[in-house]
């Protein structure tokens, strides 16, 4: 349990459908995909978004699958706006028009994040799976810009397309945007099932943060370019979430509210739903929430580490998927007795020869065409 109680958190992830017109083989969703038949209705989404004003939510991210199948989306973000919270739009973009971004502009979106699947086309749709998709997200990254709205470039970075980091830098100068994310892939839900098929080499890796690098010193207040590193080749993992359910936290679509995407993966943790649970007795009492909130649950060399509030042990749900232990130091960090280990499992998968991927869809997962 937490040895003090919980701050107020401060943002949500709500996956408001698992539907999607792409096939993503990084996808963060889970292997079982939930129906259109299981979501909320928008009575149930706008009652939450009210609490989670009422709790201090500042921003809400509207995500997926692909939230713009959604026709309830203007009146979503509508009921946001109308009570102050910032709202983001995480999309493909493949199916946002002109009409559409208007619409949700006038609603009072604030915000669009557009994830490209490559900074070419053919790679765009080689990892989507749709013919025709980068051209239809460069239109819609240009209505976003039309319609006044801010505009970030989201990059999912792996062996697939890590040599078009140069060209994702160029693809949002293009574009307008203000912030590039060049965000390399997490090993959960369909990319851990894909992981022979995605991991990049080291050399490849280091190359990136050398772009990276030298592009933000020539860009700086030009084009904001955040860096999420790969987590196998680092020394040291990344706070989850920002420490779990420390200041924010996510619901999927048919309202289980988790710490994080992959939560549902540690077996034992058990989580409520906050179309049936109000959504401030969640954030404060729930057993799933406490589970590893704060330090006291965590074993040496966690425990003893002065990073223990910095990165509070890293991912659980990488512990688990790595260490078989969700209260395990992540194998991610260099302190970690398996970090040997994870080394190794990352240089196989880089030199390994497999190229087929297991495309997202919902039912099962498809094999390449």
Excluded at 78 to 86: D, E, K
Aim: with cysteine; net charge negative.
């Amino acid at each position: 349990m937490n040895e003090t109680e919980p701050g107020l958190p401060i943002g949500i992830l709500a996956e408001l459908t698992h539907r999607c017109t792409l096939q993503c083989a990084y996808c963060s969703n889970p292997l079982e995909l939930l129906k259109a038949d299981r979501e909320l209705g928008t009575a149930e989404w706008i009652s939450i978004f009210e609490q989670a004003a009422d709790l201090g939510i500042l921003q809400v991210h509207l995500s997926g699958g692909e939230p713009t199948l959604r026709r309830d989306l203007p009146d979503l973000v509508a009921a946001l706006a109308r009570r102050g919270v910032y709202s983001n739009l995480i999309t493909a973009g493949v199916g946002v028009d002109g009409p559409t971004v208007e619409r949700l502009a006038a609603a009072g979106l604030d915000h669009v994040q557009l994830s490209f699947q490559g900074a070419r086309s053919e790679t765009t749709e080689l990892i989507g799976r749709l013919r025709g998709a980068h051209e239809r997200k460069l239109a819609a990254a240009r209505a976003v810009r039309e319609a006044g709205l801010p505009l970030t470039v989201n990059a999912p970075i792996h062996r697939r397309n890590i040599d078009e980091v140069e060209l994702f830098i160029e693809l949002a100068l293009d574009l307008g945007a203000e912030r590039l994310e060049i965000a390399n892939v997490q090993y959960y839900g369909w990319a851990l099932l894909n992981r022979a098929a995605l991991m990049p080499p080291r050399e490849a890796v280091e190359r990136q943060i050398e772009i990276v690098e030298a592009a933000r010193a020539a860009l700086r207040g030009v084009l904001a370019i955040d860096f999420v590193a790969p987590d196998y080749y680092a020394r040291y993992p990344k706070a989850c979430m920002g420490g779990w359910a420390r200041d924010a936290f996510m619901i999927t679509p048919d309202g289980t509210a988790m710490p994080c995407h992959a939560a549902s993966t540690i077996p034992h943790l058990v989580f409520d739903n906050a179309a049936r649970t109000p959504l401030e007795a969640i954030w404060r009492r729930s057993p799933a929430f406490e589970a590893y909130r704060g330090t006291a649950w965590m074993k040496d060399p966690c425990r003893s580490c002065d990073r223990r509030e910095i990165d509070f042990g890293g991912c659980r749900c990488q512990a688990m998927a790595l260490a078989g232990d969700p209260a395990a130091t992540d194998p991610a960090c260099s302190l970690s007795p398996l970090h040997g280990r994870v080394l190794q499992l990352a240089e196989g998968d880089a030199a390994s020869e497999v190229e087929t991927f297991r495309y997202r869809r919902i039912g099962a997962a498809a094999e390449p065409a």
